[in-house]
């Protein structure tokens, strides 16, 4: 089972820039597809982002947030631009080999990271 670390989150002001990263563990690392989500105080949790062999976004992101992948170190991108006080939240990747192209479902991925805090102020 793959296990992952996220980083990058913190405090910046509406309109500002965060680049999230997620590094998994494993050596299969490719044949997941790695997703992004995020969960807001007293909110279900939300999807934002996925990448396989292309990326997919939620609505709320898309245009303003870039995920990307490097196979060769283990890693996915979130790049946040013009960030809005309503994507403050805890962003999670999470991982899946059984991943359906255009599906936003959390209960598609097996492997969750620990979060990491992004807080948007006004």
């Known amino acids: 089972q793959v296990q992952l670390v996220e980083s990058g989150g913190g405090l910046v002001q509406a309109g500002g820039s965060l680049r999230l990263s997620c590094v998994a563990s494993?050596?299969?690392?490719?044949?997941?597809?790695i997703g992004w989500f995020r969960q807001a105080p007293g909110k279900e949790r939300e999807f934002v982002a996925t990448?396989?062999?292309?990326?997919y976004y939620a609505d709320s992101v898309k245009g303003r947030f870039t995920i990307s992948r490097d196979n060769a170190k283990n890693t996915v991108v979130l790049q946040m631009n013009s960030l809005k006080p309503e994507d403050t939240a805890v962003y999670y990747c999470?991982?899946?080999?059984?991943?359906?192209?255009?599906?936003?479902?959390?209960?598609?991925?097996?492997?969750w990271g620990q979060g990491t805090q992004v807080t948007v102020s006004s």
């Open positions: 990448i396989s062999w292309r990326p």
């Open positions: 999470a991982a899946t080999q059984r991943w359906t192209y255009g599906s936003e479902k959390a209960n598609e991925f097996g492997a």
């Open positions: 494993g050596r299969t690392f490719s044949r997941y597809a």
